[in-house]
Structure formats: structure tokens, C-alpha cells
T-cell receptor
Framework: DGGITQSPKYLFRKEGQNVTLSCEQNLNHDAMYWYRQDPGQGLRLIYY???????QKGDIAEGYSVSREKKESFPLTVTSAQKNPTAFYLCASSIVFRQGSNQPQHFGDGTRLSIL | EDQVTQSPEALRLQEGESSSLNCSYTVSGLRGLFWYRQDPGKGPEFLFT???AGEEKEKERLKATLTKKESFLHITAPKPEDSATYLC??????????FGKGTMLLVSP
């Protein structure tokens, strides 16, 4: 079955530590996205990528980094510079929107990151 | 700046009691409005895309409608398994999505 796989489901970070969240998709989608979800807030965009080896900052990119070396994979690193990393992180993918496509984004089941 | 406001924040219904959720938006050049369902601890599940005012989409007990300023998600004779948070998002121009904060729906048997 096609879909988006996020791992791990739960992750704990120590002070001063970088952690990497995995996101893999087999939907053959060009575009991939990372969102952060906090209680009582809407999903906020961290980074997105429309094509391999290219990505753009979203609304809350500070303290995060990404890479897009393969079409199927879009890992997110939460760096020690992110002072409030505790949140639910969601990865999504879609047909590329550059040409104005309004195809929906499809989501993985998230990674919950907590601070030790 | 694009804005999406969902109301109410939370809604409690008895099984079989129909109601509507609201999504108001301000955006320049709407290209699509999306409804998602999110269960606790899970990622959002896509429900509908609406493209233009007057459009309607249906799926089982859910019906989504769109005007120039808002969208409604009508739930007819809900069941406990319809309990979830319902998210609305808009896409403007060639931009990414802007999400509302969601409506948490609880349907009691």
C-alpha cells in the first residue's frame, strides 16, 4: 500500500542534542512538507520541498534543518537551537503545486518529540 | 496574510443529532479549500477538496459546502466513530496551505 511512514513514533531529546525525524513516502509525490502541531494551534509549516536537492523555509524554520537527497525521503533535524521542540511533528506529501495544482497533501502518523 | 478560523472549537453531540462545523477564511485567490479528519495521535486524513463557491462534496454522513467566505462541514446523524478533530485548510495562489485550529467533535452514544 502507498503511504507516508514517519519514524520513530516517539522521540526524546536531551539538552544540547540534535535529533532527526524520518519521513519516507512511496506515493511518487514530488512535494514533501514538515509541520509542527501544538495543542490548541493549527498546523504550522516548518520546511517544504518541491524537488530533490531543493527546499524552502516555512513559517517557523528557525532551529530546524532538512535535506532532500532522494525523492522518497525528507528527514527533519531538530537542532539544539530550537529551544521549545516539544510538539507533534507531521510529514506530508503531494503532487507538486508549482503549476498551480490544488491536489491535497497526504500525511503520515507523526512523531511526538519530548524533552528529557 | 491568509487566515482560517474554525468554529466552534469543540462540539459535543448525541448520536443521531445533526450539526455543522464552520470554516471562515480570508485569502486572495482561493485555489482550494481542504477538509481533514484527525484522530488522536494520528496524522490528518484527507476528506474533501472544494474549488469554487457553490460546490458541494459528500462522503457517507459528511457533506462539505463552500461560499466565497466560508465552508461548512455538515454531519448528518453522526455516530460515535465520527468523533475526531476536523481541520480546514486553504490554498491561495501558488502558495502552501494555511490551516485552522480545528474543531474537536465528540459524539456520545
Amino acid at each position: 500500500d502507498g503511504g507516508i511512514t514517519q519514524s520513530p513514533k516517539y522521540l526524546f531529546r536531551k539538552e544540547g542534542q540534535n535529533v532527526t525525524l524520518s519521513c519516507e513516502q512511496n506515493l511518487n509525490h514530488d512535494a514533501m512538507y514538515w509541520y509542527r502541531q501544538d495543542p490548541g494551534q493549527g498546523l504550522r509549516l516548518i520546511y517544504y520541498s518541491q524537488i530533490v536537492n531543493d527546499f524552502q523555509k516555512g513559517d517557523i524554520a528557525e532551529g530546524y534543518s532538512v535535506s532532500r537527497e532522494k525523492k522518497e525521503s525528507f528527514p527533519l533535524t531538530v537542532t539544539s537551537a530550537q529551544k521549545n521542540p516539544t510538539a507533534f511533528y507531521l510529514c506530508a506529501s503531494s503532487i507538486v503545486f508549482r503549476q498551480g495544482s490544488n491536489q491535497p497533501q497526504h500525511f503520515g502518523d507523526g512523531t511526538r518529540l519530548s524533552i528529557l | 496574510e491568509d487566515q482560517v478560523t474554525q468554529s466552534p472549537e469543540a462540539l459535543r453531540l448525541q448520536e443521531g443529532e445533526s450539526s455543522s462545523l464552520n470554516c471562515s477564511y480570508t485569502v486572495s485567490g482561493l485555489r482550494g479549500l481542504f477538509w481533514y479528519r484527525q484522530d488522536p495521535g494520528k496524522g490528518p486524513e484527507f476528506l474533501f477538496t472544494l474549488y469554487s463557491a457553490g460546490e458541494e462534496k459528500e462522503k457517507e454522513r459528511l457533506k462539505a459546502t463552500l461560499t466565497k467566505k466560508e465552508s461548512f462541514l455538515h454531519i448528518t446523524a453522526p455516530k460515535p466513530e465520527d468523533s475526531a478533530t476536523y481541520l480546514c485548510a486553504v490554498q491561495a495562489g501558488y502558495s502552501t496551505l494555511t490551516f485552522g485550529k480545528g474543531t474537536m467533535l465528540l459524539v456520545s452514544p
